[in-house]
Nanobody
Framework: QVQLVESGGGLVQAGGSLRLSCAAS????????MGWFRQAPGKEREFVAA????????GYTDSVKGRFTISRDNAKNTVYLQMNSLKFEDTAVYYC????????????????????WGQGTQVTVSS
């Protein structure tokens, strides 16, 4: 099992930026596909972004393309989500997730495919 801890959430005005971090312990992240998901009140958890083992392949949900960037630093066992041009509708609890993977370029965008989750960090965007 890998333990994940998110940080970097907070309150920001629309148009602002935040950088989320997900620090891992217990296992090296170099063997895991990493994903960011979010859940707003009354809504299901939704995919935001994912990055492959190698970092070569990334994927984003349409609503964040061009605004969010996922990256990873395997040496630091940390994954990041840079969020720019934030909108009110980005308000949610953001979760980091890890999935053990052998393919260096494969992604996973479905929550059920991930078996390691962080506790979440709140992002609130004021309009």
């Amino acid at each position: 099992q890998v333990q994940l801890v998110e940080s970097g959430g907070g309150l920001v005005q629309a148009g602002g930026s935040l950088r989320l971090s997900c620090a891992a312990s217990g296992r090296t992240l170099s063997n895991y596909v990493m994903g960011w998901f979010r859940q707003a009140p009354g809504k299901e958890r939704e995919f935001v972004a994912a990055i492959s083992l190698s970092g070569i392949t990334t994927g984003y949900t349409d609503s964040v393309k061009g605004r969010f960037t996922i990256s990873r630093d395997n040496a630091k066992n940390t994954v990041y989500l840079q969020m720019n041009s934030l909108k009110f509708e980005d308000t949610a609890v953001y979760y980091c997730a890890a999935r053990r993977e052998g393919n260096p370029v494969r992604l996973a965008t479905t929550p059920a495919l991930y078996d390691n989750w962080g506790q979440g960090t709140q992002v609130t965007v004021s309009s």
